[in-house]
């Protein structure tokens, strides 16, 4: 799923434990606005509020696009929930 590799050497972007802010969970990427990084995986599974939009995930970022937003690439979703 996600668009960008991780390079072992660099600090640019890191995989990490977040809360997404999702209406739906169809996208693969979200603007650093909607990612809320977490320090490990029990808290963005404790932090989940599917009635707020609020889903657990691990991403990779953040990465600058071309039109200059900070993103997120999903890389997959911690809980069992599917839409």
Not at 6 to 31: T, W
Not at 35 to 45: D, G, P
């Amino acid at each position: 799923m996600a668009r960008i590799g991780l390079d072992p050497e660099g600090k640019v972007v890191n995989e990490v434990f977040a809360l997404i802010y999702a209406p739906g969970r169809s996208r693969d990427r979200f603007p650093e606005n909607c990612v809320t990084v977490m320090e490990s995986e029990a808290a963005v599974l404790e932090g989940a509020d599917p009635k707020k939009n609020l889903y657990p995930a691990r991403v990779i970022g953040p990465s600058r696009s071309s039109e200059g937003f900070r993103l997120y690439y999903l890389v997959c979703w911690l809980d069992d929930e599917e839409e």
